[in-house]
């Protein structure tokens, strides 16, 4: 069974515009990290949001928010204002267990988004 | 600007021919890690280092070596690559617990 599924294999939006990008999870650990990464053409993997299992309240950086429903299993991640630069593949990953040696990730198979004019 | 270093940015390789790419830190970060990403597909987890311990994926082909000779550097080898092995290569850095920091990958290129 897939540990992370992303179901949007491609996403447009209009510049400034809200986005909101899918991720759900299987997992029968309690503790569990969510992570969200930008990927631009270049190939660098960047690392935008992380969510914790036992985190009370969603995670925020700046124009990101992470939209987490537990009982859903969902972590979904919310782009605010839209500019050409979000044009790049986002990757939901998770780790199993919040800490120990080597924090294994397991990504999703990414949403490519393009921000239109 | 503390960050992770992947040379080269471009490798091309001949099919059977050894070769070896390299990622340096200075985070000094005690874990590191070797990703496989192939052309629209999520990285895949090859092996990592926790200080000295290597972890190889259970599914890593035997091909596929790491060595690290100290903090600050990690190294891939590929002993015989074949045209299947072609894709981008990442290195990532993490201390326990933490979010892992990428470098900005090699692009490998198998002939």
Redesign the interface.
């Not at chain 1, 991640?77 to 040696?101: H, K, N, P, W």
């Not at chain 2, 960050?3 to 390789?13: A, F, G, K, L, S």
């Not at chain 2, 890593?60 to 990690?74: A, G, K, L, V, Y």
């Not at chain 2, 201390?95 to 692009?107: A, C, K, L, N």
């Given at each position: 069974a897939q540990k992370i599924t992303q179901t949007q294999p491609g996403m447009f939006v209009q510049e400034k515009e809200a986005v909101t990008l899918d991720c759900t999870y299987d997992t029968s650990d309690p503790s569990y990290g969510l992570?969200w990464?930008k990927q631009p053409s270049?190939?660098?993997?960047?690392?935008l949001i992380?969510q914790g299992s036992y985190d009370q309240q969603n995670a925020t950086e700046g124009r990101y928010s992470l939209n987490f429903q537990k009982a859903r299993k969902s972590a979904n991640l919310v782009i605010s204002a839209s500019q050409l630069g979000d044009s790049a593949m986002y990757?939901c990953a998770m780790r199993e267990g919040?800490?120990?040696?080597?924090?294994?990730?397991t990504?999703?198979?990414?949403t490519q988004l393009k921000v239109e004019l | 600007d503390a960050m992770v270093i992947q040379n080269p940015r471009y490798q091309v390789t001949q099919f059977g021919k050894p070769v070896t790419l390299s990622c340096s830190q200075t985070l000094n970060h005690n874990v590191m890690y070797w990703y496989q990403q192939k052309s629209s597909q999520a990285p895949k987890l090859l092996f990592h280092y926790y200080d000295k311990d290597f972890n190889n994926e259970a599914d890593t082909p035997d091909n596929f070596q790491s060595r690290r000779p100290n903090t600050s550097f990690c190294f891939l080898d590929i002993r015989s690559p074949g045209l299947g092995d072609a894709a981008m290569y990442l290195c990532a850095t993490s201390r326990e617990g933490g979010e892992q920091f990428f470098g900005p990958g090699t692009r490998l290129t198998v002939l």
């Amino acid at each position: 069974a897939q540990k992370i599924t992303q179901t949007q294999p491609g996403m447009f939006v209009q510049e400034k515009e809200a986005v909101t990008l899918d991720c759900t999870y299987d997992t029968s650990d309690p503790s569990y990290g969510l992570f969200w990464y930008k990927q631009p053409s270049s190939g660098e993997m960047i690392f935008l949001i992380y969510q914790g299992s036992y985190d009370q309240q969603n995670a925020t950086e700046g124009r990101y928010s992470l939209n987490f429903q537990k009982a859903r299993k969902s972590a979904n991640l919310v782009i605010s204002a839209s500019q050409l630069g979000d044009s790049a593949m986002y990757f939901c990953a998770m780790r199993e267990g919040l800490t120990g040696g080597g924090n294994k990730l397991t990504f999703g198979t990414g949403t490519q988004l393009k921000v239109e004019l | 600007d503390a960050m992770v270093i992947q040379n080269p940015r471009y490798q091309v390789t001949q099919f059977g021919k050894p070769v070896t790419l390299s990622c340096s830190q200075t985070l000094n970060h005690n874990v590191m890690y070797w990703y496989q990403q192939k052309s629209s597909q999520a990285p895949k987890l090859l092996f990592h280092y926790y200080d000295k311990d290597f972890n190889n994926e259970a599914d890593t082909p035997d091909n596929f070596q790491s060595r690290r000779p100290n903090t600050s550097f990690c190294f891939l080898d590929i002993r015989s690559p074949g045209l299947g092995d072609a894709a981008m290569y990442l290195c990532a850095t993490s201390r326990e617990g933490g979010e892992q920091f990428f470098g900005p990958g090699t692009r490998l290129t198998v002939l």
